[in-house]
């Protein structure tokens, strides 16, 4: 083994794989999709990339959201190995619904949400959102009024009127973005989104929910009502890093200075 050993990249980008790549003297194995692994006595085994076999890992690098990935995340937590963001906190969190779940127990913005399974119907008399499965970015919600039957198992919540925001921190660095779209789906995709002043209640929540679900990098979304009232929308462990030149930027110096610790 090399001196500075093998590290993985799994789901990094090009950019971001070639800033790491110049910034660090050791091996590296990098997968932009889910690799094949074994882990045995310990020690995690990774498929290379190119050509038959597999490779010792001292450090795994994560980054993205895909369908397959629960059981590698699953498997990175058992290997209890050096994982960046921490292995099992993303295990906790990959499963939307399970995770705010967990969420509201502990923000102090948590309002209570309601359930409907899977083929069944619900009436409300108040403007209401249901959501579910395990993607963010405005997918797979639905708002709705009076009658409306489910497809999938879903939480279902009041529609707060109000400004859609997300506190994210990576390592000891945090910003309050303004989420943006045409439609009451927002996101921090559109060119409109940007950086505002940090909500200090806000901050406090998600570092608090970060420190609790033991997790590496946090993007809570929250939405702050027209009565200043605030409400906890969702949790995502894996918070979008390029949309903002600065997040990037903040994102590679905690992963470089993680795998040169």
Known sequence: MEKF??????????EEYQVIRSGYKGLIIWHQSIPKIVIKNGILFMEKENGIGMLPV???????????????????????????????AMMDCRLKIPCLVKAMKHSRFGAPRGFIS?????????DMVAKWGNWHCGQNKHRFT??????????IE?????????????????WQIKLEGDTWLKSIHPDTACFIEIDQDLLDDTLHLMKTLNMSMIGNDY??????????????????????????????????????N
């Open 5 to 14: 050993g093998r590290i993985a990249l799994v789901g990094i980008e090009m």
């Open 58 to 88: 001292d450090k795994v690098v994560y980054y993205g959201i895909f369908d397959n990935d629960f059981d590698f995340i699953t498997g990175l937590a058992v290997w209890n190995g050096a994982c960046f963001p921490n292995a099992e």
């Open 118 to 126: 899977a083929e069944t119907e619900v009436t409300v008399a108040t």
């Open 146 to 155: 009076g009658d409306w039957k489910s497809e999938m198992a879903s939480t």
């Open 158 to 174: 009041p529609y707060f009127e109000g400004d859609a925001v997300r506190i994210m921190v990576i390592g000891n660095q945090y």
């Open 223 to 260: 939405i702050v009502c027209k009565d200043g009232s605030k409400q906890l929308l969702e949790v995502n462990h894996i918070p979008n890093i390029t949309r903002f030149e600065e997040v990037r930027s903040a994102y590679l110096e905690t992963v470089m200075a993680w795998i040169q």
